[in-house]
T-cell receptor, first 111, second 114 residues
Framework: TQLLEQSPQFLSIQEGENLTVYCNSS?????LQWYRQEPGEGPVLLVT?????EVKKLKRLTFQFGDARKDSSLHITAAQPGDTGLYLC???????????FGPGTRLSVLP | GAGVSQSPSNKVTEKGKDVELRCDPI?????LYWYRQSLGQGLEFLIY????????KSGLPSDRFSAERTGGSVSTLTIQRTQQEDSAVYLC????????????FGPGTRLTVL
């Protein structure tokens, strides 16, 4: 059983569309991170959220940490082919503990 | 370069052989992690080194897997008597410290066991 669940598992959309991917758990996290991994490369950190209800924006990407700190969402506006990749969420249960990764959402943005 | 490097980038081996995978973390990073990623899957934690503390080996799947970190820098992941199910991409990451720090990942070593 995964500590973190991500949905959808796969998503294929056309350039210009909006999308939201989700990261869910029954556990509370002190902090949660989102990474993007492109083919043949290691994951790269996009954002870290630490406060329940927190919303962070990074250009066309909007990240939200749930009020109860058990879930998070990533919304992409006007998706571009360069957004294609595997989106991974990672959570730390307590301060000082290692992050546990979810299985990821594989996004494909078609031109 | 200033990033995490891993070698080799690709390794093909025969079932039953031993393999060593190398990771050079970012200079000054005290934390080092190894993960395994099977095709199309997320990251499976293997082992974690933090400074001079005893490593967290809780993710190693069997006693055929071991890792060392010499001098607080370079790390080697060794897989003995490789099996076909060991085929995966092995990723190394380092961070300045633990507890919320950003992990910087290397490009990975793709291991194929025939």
């Amino acid at each position: 059983t995964q500590l973190l669940e991500q949905s959808p598992q796969f998503l294929s959309i056309q350039e210009g569309e909006n999308l939201t991917v989700y990261c869910n758990s029954s556990s509370v996290f002190s902090s949660l991170q989102w990474y993007r991994q492109e083919p043949g490369e290691g994951p790269v950190l996009l954002v870290t959220v630490v406060t329940g209800g927190e919303v962070k924006k990074l250009k066309r990407l909007t990240f939200q940490f749930g009020d109860a700190r058990k879930d998070s969402s990533l919304h992409i506006t006007a998706a571009q082919p360069g957004d294609t990749g595997l989106y991974l969420c990672a959570g730390a249960r307590n301060y000082g503990q290692n992050f546990v990764f979810g299985p990821g959402t594989r996004l494909s943005v078609l031109p | 370069g200033a990033g995490v490097s891993q070698s080799p980038s690709n390794k093909v081996t025969e079932k039953g052989k031993d393999v060593e995978l190398r990771c050079d973390p970012i200079s000054g990073h005290t934390a080092l992690y190894w993960y395994r990623q099977s095709l199309g899957q997320g990251l499976e934690f293997l082992i974690y080194f933090q400074g001079n503390s005893a490593p967290d080996k809780s993710g190693l799947p069997s006693d055929r897997f071991s890792a060392e970190r010499t001098g607080g820098s370079v790390s080697t992941l060794t897989i003995q008597r490789t099996q076909q199910e060991d085929s995966a991409v092995y990723l190394c990451a380092s961070s300045l410290r633990t507890s919320g720090s950003e992990q910087f990942f290397g490009p990975g070593t793709r291991l194929t066991v025939l």
